[in-house]
């Protein structure tokens, strides 16, 4: 069996007398023919040929005469030291195509640029679906060499993504990311940023995001779909969108409010968040709207919409707009 066949499972196969052939090769010296050692070991025939054939494939037993019947143990980390070195050079091998594919590949690039710029319609391309978004995302990340930046919604395909950012990270690729307050609110996802911020991450919160969207090493910006049931993204190839998605992103981190931490909650935001929500209810959106505008669910936003009528000491819903747009929209 050769190391592209062989698997995991291989070491766990050759019956239940593996151990016990190997235990008796090695105590005797040798094994001078499957039969004795049958005989020897008090099993029959067809288990001791199995695990005397599974130890050749794995390299604890070599054959030891010109029949074939003679077999000799095999220190196990040399057995161990011929697979490792086996496996190594097809891993080798492996990727010196992997290099020859990209290289040969590689020279279309100019071609596929050159067309990208001179005609303004290919400039956005669409994918649909989980496994193609997937895959260029992966294609994407690998080709980024210094920083992505990241808007996440918490709905739009942009959350799935913890793996890939920390093998950005882990290459010393800059990640910074924008993503919704709500997510200071729950456990799980804390503790995924938290993943993020300990491989060097930086993430600041705000109160709404429009839209999902990544930007690679500020030239390619890829945004996310808004059907929820299925995964989409459009890529934009043009330079000059690529900067406004650079300016809108640096306008929003400075507006944004650093995760510190992951017990911090709401704290840090609460004064933001009140105001997102009285900005929202002063335009007489119902709590359904306020709660998908920010990302939350309803109940988690009717209990900040109940915090801000208490400290507001209003008695109607209405009453708490109109003071919260005194509040904390002068202007209004």
């Keep these: 069996m050769t190391m592209t066949t062989m698997s995991a499972g291989s070491f766990a196969a050759g019956g ?20 004795q050692a049958a005989a020897d070991l008090g099993v029959e025939v067809a288990g001791v040929a199995r695990a005397v054939e599974h130890l050749l494939e794995i390299r604890l037993l070599r054959v030891a005469d010109d029949v074939g019947r003679r077999f000799e143990p095999v220190d196990p980390q040399l057995a161990a030291a011929s697979l490792v070195s086996s496996v190594e ?41 989980a496994m193609e978004v997937r895959g260029f995302l992966k294609t994407a990340g690998d080709a980024c060499r210094e920083e992505v930046l990241v ?9 799935d993504l913890v793996e890939p950012f920390l093998a950005l990270l882990a290459r010393g690729v800059a990640v910074r990311i924008i ?34 969207a990544l930007v690679f090493d500020r030239s390619l910006v890829v ?21 406004f998605f650079l300016d809108m992103f640096n306008h929003m981190w400075e507006t944004a409010t650093p995760l510190e931490g992951v017990g911090f909650g709401y ?23 306020v709660a998908r505008k920010l ?38």
């Design 89 to 129: 050079r097809e891993i080798y091998l492996r990727r010196e195509l992997i290099d020859q594919i990209r290289e040969r590949v590689g020279v279309f690039q100019p071609d596929w640029t050159g067309a990208v710029t001179a005609a303004p319609g290919a400039a956005v391309d669409y994918l649909v679906g």
């Design 295 to 332: 990302g939350m669910s309803v109940r988690s936003c009717r209990r900040h919409i109940g915090t801000l009528m208490r400290d507001l000491d209003a008695t109607s819903r209405f009453q708490a707009g109109v003071q919260a747009a005194r509040r904390f929209l002068p202007s209004a």
């Design 179 to 212: 993503c919704q307050h709500r997510n200071r609110g729950d456990v799980a996802t804390r503790m995924r940023l938290k993943r993020l911020t300990d491989a060097g991450a930086v993430i600041y919160t705000l109160s709404h995001i429009p839209r999902s």
């Design 223 to 243: 945004m996310f779909g808004m059907n929820e049931e299925e995964v989409s993204v459009a890529r934009v190839h043009n330079q000059g969108i690529a900067q």
């Design 267 to 289: 704290a840090d935001v609460a004064d933001d968040l009140q105001q997102a929500i009285a900005a929202l209810m002063a335009k007489g959106y119902t709590d359904e709207v």
């Design 151 to 159: 808007l996440q919604t918490g709905s739009g395909g942009a959350d």
């Design 16 to 35: 239940d007398y593996v151990t016990d052939v190997y235990r008796y090769a090695s105590r005797r010296g040798a094994i001078d023919g499957i039969e």
